[in-house]
């Protein structure tokens, strides 16, 4: 009679104690650390899986456009595009959002370009449309779905969790870290912009971790504090390479507004998703470019962003620099034991993708006062012009500068100088380059560019190689 008893309370979910149980996902309770802790102060239980009703949208290279609904069942699996014999990437939506957004499916379709792969799209709109600490306690339900999903994979496929990668934004990032400390061996896992709100700072076994897949890369966009900031993103490091693009928290072309001062998490994103949350979406958008973009998001070891910022983070080192976003994986056998930092810039509208480079100039001609710009020319176009040096201008002086330039120009062919100072000068000074070095910043090799001659201001100088 008890075995029955015990039986059908399983089946049914019961609460026991606070503890709460389900078939296929095993027992969840609400004892510490997933809740009674400082960052989790409510003692709130995960709702039932078929209240969460967590779902699998399922788009690959032969239905790229419309997604087939599968369930974690052999026959579903096998009746659908599935195909056992290619990778398989879960994108994994946050709070407040849903599993048929554009934007998951756009990673899809930017993906099979580049590959052929299974795309599942995981939707859990039912459990994340609710109070916010609820929502952050039913993404355990969402990670046990998740691992469930794999382990039938791996039983009937024998497909191996090393080829399943996990992609997940806001809450999504620690669903995936719940579902990879399901899953032993699971391949990567990208955490896109995780949330801070009841997981910064606690324990592993809550939050996503280097621990939660063989290589774990992280994406942070909206890394201001909480309050008063409104960040949504967590700063803490939680992956093998954690990317601060722009410096993490203020991403180009998000402006906060009135509305920002709004401290509600619950009431804020309805309607209002990139109006307030822009920092927070950028990491998607980031990632979904760069797809498309193999070399676009090189991205460099640095102590912080001022430091990047100030130009004492280039070249790349020895070992080079990872991609953030979709390639951070080429990185993955040069990972250190110890969590790192890279930054790197982007644009401020898509196309994000930039190429950065550094330049160095010994000015020449008479003394002067004004600005100097440069211009890169390549055989697959060039930059606009950027500064190099506002002030004194010294013949015999050297100065250096970093920038960001909207494409590769490819094999750098001439460099065009100018400087003006916008006075009248009556002597009318004559200005020029004798040596400009460039290097871009995953490249060791460093190109000259020389020039015997001086011009008067905002007249072009074209320096060749020397």
């Known amino acids: 009679m008890m075995l029955l008893i015990w039986t059908l309370s399983l089946l049914l979910g019961a609460v026991v104690g606070k503890e709460i149980c389900f078939p296929r996902l095993g027992c969840f309770s609400d004892d510490a650390p997933w809740a009674g802790i400082a960052q989790r102060p409510l003692k709130i239980l995960p709702w039932a899986p078929k209240d969460v009703n967590t779902r699998f949208l399922l788009y690959t290279n032969e239905n790229p456009n419309n997604f087939e609904e599968i369930i974690a069942d052999e026959s579903t699996i096998m009746s659908s595009n599935f195909n056992a014999d290619r990778k398989t990437r879960f994108i994994i939506h946050g709070f407040i959002d849903k599993g048929e957004e554009n934007w998951l499916s756009k990673i899809c379709k930017n993906l099979f370009t580049v590959e052929s792969v299974n795309c599942i799209c995981v939707d859990w709109k039912s459990g994340s449309k609710t109070g916010y600490t609820q929502a952050?306690?039913?993404?355990?339900?969402?990670?046990?779905?998740?691992?469930?999903?794999?382990?039938?994979?791996?039983?009937?496929?024998?497909?191996?969790?090393?080829?399943?990668?996990?992609?997940?934004?806001?809450?999504?990032?620690?669903?995936?870290?719940?579902?990879?400390?399901?899953?032993?061996?699971?391949?990567?896992?990208?955490?896109?912009?995780?949330?801070?709100?009841?997981?910064?700072?606690?324990?592993?076994?809550?939050?996503?971790?280097?621990?939660?897949?063989?290589?774990?890369?992280?994406?942070?966009?909206?890394?201001?504090?909480?309050?008063?900031?409104?960040?949504?993103?967590?700063?803490?490091?939680?992956?093998?390479?954690?990317?601060?693009?722009?410096?993490?928290?203020?991403?180009?072309?998000?402006?906060?507004?009135?509305?920002?001062?709004?401290?509600?998490?619950?009431?804020?994103?309805?309607?209002?998703?990139?109006?307030?949350?822009?920092?927070?979406?950028?990491?998607?958008?980031?990632?979904?470019?760069?797809?498309?973009?193999?070399?676009?998001?090189?991205?460099?070891?640095?102590?912080?962003?001022?430091?990047?910022?100030?130009?004492?983070?280039?070249?790349?080192?020895?070992?080079?620099?990872?991609?953030?976003?979709?390639?951070?994986?080429?990185?993955?056998?040069?990972?250190?034991?110890?969590?790192?930092?890279?930054?790197?810039?982007?644009?401020?509208?898509?196309?994000?993708?930039?190429?950065?480079?550094?330049?160095?100039?010994?000015?020449?001609?008479?003394?002067?006062?004004?600005?100097?710009?440069?211009?890169?020319?390549?055989?697959?176009?060039n930059t606009h012009q950027f500064d190099v040096i506002r002030g004194i201008l010294t013949p015999g002086s050297t100065h250096s500068n970093q920038f960001d330039a909207k494409l590769d120009i490819g094999t750098i062919e001439k460099v065009k100088f100018l400087w003006n100072n916008n006075v009248i000068n009556p002597t009318f000074p004559k200005v020029g380059a004798a040596k400009i070095t460039v290097q871009k910043g995953e490249e060791k090799t460093v190109h000259n560019f020389c020039s015997e001659s001086t011009v008067r201001e905002d007249v072009l100088l074209t320096l060749t190689p020397c």
């Open 136 to 381: 952050s306690q039913n993404i355990r339900i969402v990670g046990a779905e998740v691992a469930y999903f794999v382990e039938v994979l791996q039983t009937n496929y024998s497909y191996s969790p090393s080829q399943v990668h996990l992609i997940g934004h806001s809450l999504g990032a620690h669903a995936a870290g719940e579902a990879g400390s399901r899953t032993p061996g699971l391949g990567r896992i990208t955490g896109l912009d995780p949330v801070e709100a009841s997981f910064q700072g606690t324990p592993e076994e809550v939050r996503l971790d280097p621990s939660d897949a063989d290589f774990v890369d992280v994406i942070h966009t909206d890394a201001a504090p909480l309050i008063p900031f409104l960040g949504f993103g967590t700063k803490q490091l939680l992956g093998h390479l954690d990317f601060f693009p722009n410096g993490g928290e203020e991403m180009p072309g998000c402006k906060k507004n009135a509305l920002s001062q709004i401290v509600d998490l619950d009431g804020i994103w309805e309607g209002t998703r990139d109006f307030v949350a822009c920092n927070h979406l950028r990491s998607y958008k980031y990632y979904s470019e760069s797809i498309l973009n193999p070399d676009g998001f090189a991205s460099y070891p640095c102590a912080s962003y001022k430091a990047f910022e100030s130009n004492k983070c280039f070249p790349c080192p020895d070992e080079g620099c990872p991609q953030m976003g979709h390639y951070a994986d080429k990185f993955a056998g040069r990972t250190s034991g110890e969590p790192q930092k890279f930054f790197l810039n982007t644009g401020d509208s898509s196309n994000f993708a930039r190429w950065r480079y550094g330049v160095s100039i010994t000015l020449s001609g008479k003394i002067a006062t004004g600005q100097v710009k440069v211009a890169l020319f390549g055989n697959k176009g």
